[in-house]
């Protein structure tokens, strides 16, 4: 079944050009046909992130979608140890690596499903514990010194804690 969009997330890449939120939301879809019981965490920052994992914690996270002035990434946050056959990881980081997509046409390129698979591998025992499926949605405003966090499951509400505001290690 498919699982729609986030309204916050949708209201977040409105701040984007159209052809860049309609490539992370396509990307999205790809991420979730793969693996349907991912759980999701949107930020936004400078730019927006989608980050999906089997929990809310970031040494569960398997990959990331951020965007950018004309194209998205598809970034692994251990990339570096993935294997790249195709070449197509960039990054000289200690761990993450991504994969640029500037048009729709990179999202068919047949190994993209494969690098997600793999990076999903990577996590072991996380994996077989299976996802939540839930969204969860932090904002960080200005500078970043307190995240807002709604998560579409009504919880009773948490004091949001401290974030760093970078979209590739939302939690520093």
């Given at each position: 079944?498919?699982?729609?969009?986030?309204p916050q997330l949708i209201g977040f890449l409105e701040a984007v050009d159209r052809p860049v939120a309609d490539l992370a939301l396509a990307l999205r879809e790809i991420i979730l046909e793969e693996v349907p019981d991912a759980s999701e965490s949107i930020y936004r920052v400078y730019t927006?992130?989608?980050?999906?994992?089997?929990?809310?914690?970031?040494k569960d996270m398997?990959?990331?979608?951020?965007?950018?002035?004309?194209h998205i990434n598809l970034g692994f946050p251990?990339?570096?140890?993935?294997?790249?056959?195709n070449r197509v990881l960039e990054g000289d980081g200690k761990a993450m690596r991504h994969i640029k997509f500037a048009t729709p046409e990179d999202l068919d390129r047949?190994?993209?499903r494969r690098y997600i698979r793999t990076s999903i591998e990577?996590?072991?025992?996380a994996v077989s514990a299976g996802g939540s499926g839930k969204t969860v949605v932090k904002s960080a405003q200005g500078s970043g010194a307190r995240a807002a966090k709604d998560s579409v499951a009504k919880r009773p509400a948490k004091r949001p804690r401290p974030q760093a505001a970078s979209p590739i290690n939302p939690l520093g």
């Amino acid at each position: 079944m498919r699982r729609p969009p986030h309204p916050q997330l949708i209201g977040f890449l409105e701040a984007v050009d159209r052809p860049v939120a309609d490539l992370a939301l396509a990307l999205r879809e790809i991420i979730l046909e793969e693996v349907p019981d991912a759980s999701e965490s949107i930020y936004r920052v400078y730019t927006v992130a989608i980050w999906f994992g089997f929990t809310e914690k970031m040494k569960d996270m398997f990959c990331y979608i951020a965007t950018n002035a004309k194209h998205i990434n598809l970034g692994f946050p251990r990339g570096a140890t993935l294997p790249d056959p195709n070449r197509v990881l960039e990054g000289d980081g200690k761990a993450m690596r991504h994969i640029k997509f500037a048009t729709p046409e990179d999202l068919d390129r047949p190994f993209v499903r494969r690098y997600i698979r793999t990076s999903i591998e990577q996590l072991g025992d996380a994996v077989s514990a299976g996802g939540s499926g839930k969204t969860v949605v932090k904002s960080a405003q200005g500078s970043g010194a307190r995240a807002a966090k709604d998560s579409v499951a009504k919880r009773p509400a948490k004091r949001p804690r401290p974030q760093a505001a970078s979209p590739i290690n939302p939690l520093g």
